[in-house]
Structure formats: structure tokens, C-alpha cells
């Protein structure tokens, strides 16, 4: 029997037997097949990015928001490798990204012949930089690459994969696959330890009296162990990727205040006996390059074996999955735990006064936090970018109530923020989605903008704009004498801007209306625009560490 099912038939009905409902990116000449089927079925939202990069990033903050797979479809060559920024992102915050890409025709590929975006390994460019990379060969092994690539994307640790589907192949005929009519994707369960591993995780948490846990990325569906712990006396602190698991309005969780340049934190982190590292690396970035001291007695649990010791030495290492492993604990050690009388109540003011010694340090700003939360829905997404706001109150004061509403740039890319934020709306639901930038990296992805409003999303962009690379030049002041080269930018008004596609368009030019101007921006539906004017405002302090004197020579 004849049949007029391809290959892009399948590639869509796939997508949408695995839950798919959004997908973004570019057509192009080697996608059209896969696109054009996505649009005849008619049950898959295709959001058109204005460049693969900033598709990539909205398929990762989709992926983040939604807790499900972001997809990604880009074109060849160039236009793969535009999205590999992107994909790099998403590896570092271990978002779920399915990145679709086409090729040249299957007889033409690998070979150099100079074919339309036909580039020189391709698949290794992208096996670089995700998780893994995958090519379709044949038609019949279509729907297994697929499958395998997805179910590597959502295993833990997750992260971003690519799958090149050569343009003969999607116009290639194949009978449809029976399995599709009620298709489950196999991702696998993550371990479970043992019984042996958690009765001796159980005793050395037993033994502590003053216990800490410090969560991260991989411990976000853990949340309600987590909450038990807490209530069993425990403190706790998160990485700036594993915020919200616990509400961070609860006295004893210190949020993201780390105790990198904070003496007052790593003091008390010498009182601890027992730190509960759960789904975190620990990475450099929130540790001062590994400089905090975290207390001796740190027991890890990872569903990663390669984050045994990786970054901090461990004397107890538990392979598995966060919330079972938590789960099992927490059964093992109710009504067993001895806290030192005290503890609690010491944690809780560590807390107060960490905060109060952080605001101390943000002059004009240190009310910006405060008045956002305010004004802000608590269900609200809050998407940053790499500025001066954000890595100091941004990523360490503001409160956030769960992990799906906190998406950042993680591995410190400027210009990422609003095309995060784009997915994130797009995944939001009814939920608002406010993206904080500031002016560099605003300007550096504003074609995106255009996605936003073609879209109708509901998102309020709230730039704080300094006219410059505010980040940059407070490392410039640190590491290069003071010389502010190469940071001051020539950008165009952002008001101006607004008007041209009518976004509604509101400026804060002081410290104490800040709150109030992005509350009227709020009560707007659609995409609005806000503009902080720092140079009104006053410049931004130095921070940490950038407000360090160099050590001086013996």
C-alpha cells in the first residue's frame, strides 16, 4: 500500500505524541518538510524566533518554566551554529532542549562538495556543546533516533540535544508507525539508592546537631523532603539555580546568599557539623572560585556519579535521585534527630542579618528588591539578564515561592535574558513574566523584541539602563587600573523604540518610584516596557568583588 506519511510526518506527530505543545525557531530550506507537516496537523504552536540564537534561548526558558522538553528548530550550517550560544545555556542550566536541524541530502554530506549550508561537520559542532548529538541515516531508523535523543534530553542530568534530519530524509515516505497511536516516552527512572547506602545516610544525619542543606538544579523536585528537613531543624542555603525549591520567605533558608564575600555567613558555616549537598555542583561561580569554606563534614547526593568530589570533597558520596533519596531519608530520620537547642533560632538571625549586612552594600537599590516584590503577582515568572541588578539583589534578594519561576542566564552570558524571557512567557500560561536586562544586553538580542509582540505575550521587559556595560566596567576597575575601555554604548532611545511597535512605555528616574512604575506597567495586559534610568537613579555601588582593595605586596 502506497502511503504519503514522511518523515516530517513523523518528526511532528512525534513531537506531539511526547506532550510538545510550543516549539520555536526559523524555517529555512532544510527544515521546510518538518515545518510544513507541523503546520498542516495544526496542534503544535510555532513560534517564529528572528534568529536561531535567540530561539535557542527560548526553548530553554520554556523548558525551565514548563518543566517539560523546550524544542528548537533551526536551519543548516550557519544557522546551527547560530543557535550553539543557545545550546551551550542550556547545558549549563541543564534545561531538557531537543534542538531539530536538517542537512544536506544524505549522498552529498561529509564530503565537501560545497552544497546550499552544507558545513564541515556539523554534527560534531553540535556534539561539542550538548549532551549528545544525533544523525538520521534512513528512514526506518527515524522515529528510534528521535526517541533516543528526547529521552537523553529529560534523564537526569538533563541538558540540550541535536538531531540532524538530512533534507532527503524528511521528504522520504515510510508507513506510519504503529507504536505512535499510544506512545509513552521510555525516559528512564533515576537510581534509587540502596537500603545499605540510605541507613548510612541516615546515621550521619542522625549524628549532626547542627545540620544544613544546600540544594541546587538537580534537587528542584524535591521541595516537600526538603521542607520537612527544615522543619526538623535543619537551615539551608540554594545555589542561584536551584532557588524556589523551598519558599524563600521560610526564616531559615538563606536563598542564594551563598557566603561569597560574606563573613558573616562563612563564619557561621564553621559552626555547621553536617552540610547536605543534594543536586548541586557547587560551582565556582557561587563559591568565589571555590574559595568559600564549606564546612568539613559535607555529604553529597547526586544522581551524576562524575559529581562525586568534582568540585568539594565529600565524606559520604549517594548516587540517586534527589527526591526519592530525600524521601527515603526523611523516613529513616523522623522523631531521631537531636538539634542543638538554639540552632534554629541562630540560623534565622544569620538570615536577618545577612540580609540586612547585603542591602547595606546597594545604596540607592538596596529598596529596588523589596518594591519589585511588591508590585510583582507572587506566580510571576522572574527572568533576568547579566547585570549589575541581577547579580547582586537580582539572583540574592529577591524572593521567589518556586524553582519554575527563576530563570537566569547560568552561565553568565549577557544579552540572553529577554529571549529566556520570550519562552518563559510563552510557557507561562496566565502566569506575567517580567524580564529584567539591563541596556548592553538588551540591545544586543532587541530584534527579539519583535517575537514578543508578534506573539501577544504577556511580559513587562524592565531595563535598567546605564548606557553601557555596567558589569564589564566594575571589572575593569578591579583588574584594569580603572580604564573604562570599550563599555560605553550609543544605543537608540528606548522610548522611541516602544512607539514604533505601540509597546506601552513607562521611565523610572529615582529610587523611590521604581516599584510604583513597574506596578502601572503591570496592569497592563500584553508587553510593556520599562526603562531605569541609573545615571538619574545614581550609579550603581561596587560589589563584591569588585569592591575588594588588592592585596598589597609583603
Not at 518543566?67 to 550557519?78: A, E, H, I, K
Not at 525549591?245 to 555547621?272: C, Q, W
Request: with cysteine; aromatic share 8%; hydrophobic share 40%.
Amino acid at each position: 500500500m502506497s502511503s504519503d506519511y514522511t518523515v516530517g510526518d513523523l518528526v511532528a506527530e512525534f513531537l506531539n505524541a511526547c506532550g510538545v505543545t510550543t516549539v520555536f525557531g526559523i524555517a529555512s530550506v532544510h527544515n521546510i518538510p518538518m515545518l510544513d507537516a507541523i503546520g498542516r496537523r495544526n496542534t503544535i504552536r510555532f513560534m517564529m524566533a528572528r534568529g536561531e540564537l535567540g530561539g535557542a534561548h527560548m526553548a530553554d526558558g520554556y523548558a525551565r518554566t514548563s518543566q517539560s522538553l523546550g524544542v528548537l528548530f533551526s536551519s543548516t550550517g550557519p544557522g546551527a551554529a547560530n543557535a550553539i550560544g543557545g545550546l551551550i545555556e542550556a547545558r549549563f542550566a541543564g534545561s531538557p532542549v531537543l534542538h531539530i536541524t536538517g542537512h544536506t541530502a544524505s549522498k552529498f554530506a561529509d564530503r565537501g562538495l560545497g552544497t546550499v549550508h552544507d558545513p564541515y561537520d556539523q554534527l560534531g559542532m553540535m556534539a561539542s556543546v550538548c549532551k549528545s548529538a544525533y544523525r538520521i541515516r534512513s528512514a526506518q531508523n527515524a522515529l528510534g533516533v528521535l526517541t533516543q535523543a528526547a529521552v537523553d534530553a529529560l534523564s537526569a542530568p538533563m541538558g540540550p540535544v541535536s538531531v540532524e534530519v538530512p533534507i532527503d530524509l524528511q521528504r522520504a515516505k515510510l508507513p506510519r508507525p504503529a507504536m505512535l497511536d499510544h506512545f509513552v516516552l521510555p525516559v528512564r527512572p533515576a537510581r534509587r539508592p540502596t537500603d545499605i547506602e540510605l541507613d548510612e545516610l541516615a546515621a550521619r544525619v542522625i549524628a549532626a546537631k547542627r545540620p544544613m542543606l544546600w540544594l541546587g538544579n538537580g534537587a528542584k523536585n524535591a521541595g516537600a523532603a526538603a521542607r520537612k528537613l527544615l522543619a526538623m531543624g535543619f537551615g539551608m542555603v540554594s545555589s542561584f539555580n536551584g532557588r524556589g525549591t523551598v519558599p524563600e520567605d521560610h526564616p531559615r533558608n538563606l536563598g542564594a546568599l551563598t557566603g561569597s564575600g560574606m563573613p558573616v555567613i562563612t563564619d557561621f558555616y564553621k559552626t555547621v557539623d553536617l552540610c547536605l549537598v543534594v543536586g548541586c555542583r557547587l560551582r565556582g561561580h557561587e563559591t568565589n572560585d571555590f574559595n568559600v569554606k564549606l564546612p568539613d563534614n559535607l555529604v553529597q547526593i547526586d544522581t551524576d556519579p562524575e559529581a562525586n568530589g568534582r568540585t568539594y570533597p565529600n565524606q559520604y558520596f549517594v548516587c540517586g535521585d534527589s527526591q526519592a533519596t530525600l524521601d527515603a531519608l526523611v523516613e529513616r530520620i523522623e522523631g531521631r534527630l537531636h538539634i542543638e537547642p538554639g540552632y534554629a533560632a541562630e540560623f534565622e538571625a544569620l538570615k536577618r542579618n545577612a540580609q540586612a549586612a547585603y542591602i547595606e552594600t546597594l545604596g540607592a537599590y538596596g529598596t529596588f528588591s523589596p518594591q519589585l516584590r511588591a508590585a510583582m503577582p507572587k506566580d510571576a515568572v522572574w527572568v533576568r539578564d547579566v547585570t549589575q541588578n541581577n547579580t547582586t539583589w537580582g539572583n540574592r534578594m529577591f524572593p521567589l515561592d518556586a524553582p519554575n519561576l527563576n530563570v537566569y542566564p547560568v552561565g553568565a552570558g549577557i544579552g540572553q535574558g529577554l529571549c529566556l524571557g520570550i519562552g518563559a512567557a510563552a510557557a507561562a500560561g496566565d502566569r506575567r513574566t517580567v524580564v529584567m536586562t539591563g541596556d548592553g544586553g538588551f540591545f544586543l538580542n532587541v530584534g527579539e523584541i519583535w517575537t514578543a509582540v508578534q506573539e501577544r505575550l504577556d511580559m513587562t521587559v524592565i531595563v535598567m539602563n546605564d548606557r553601557g556595560y555596567g558589569v564589564i566596567k566594575r571589572i575593569q576597575d578591579a583588574t584594569a587600573g580603572g580604564r573604562r575601555l570599550y563599555a560605553d554604548l550609543e544605543s537608540p532611545e528606548i522610548e522611541k523604540l516602544a512607539s514604533i511597535s505601540d509597546i506601552p512605555y513607562f521611565r523610572c528616574t529615582s529610587a523611590d518610584t521604581f516599584g510604583a512604575t513597574v506596578a502601572k506597567a503591570l496592569a497592563i495586559r500584553g508587553l510593556t516596557l520599562v526603562e531605569v534610568d541609573m545615571h538619574a537613579v545614581g550609579e550603581f555601588p561596587a560589589y563584591f568583588p569588585f569592591n575588594q582593595r588588592p592585596a598589597q605586596p609583603a
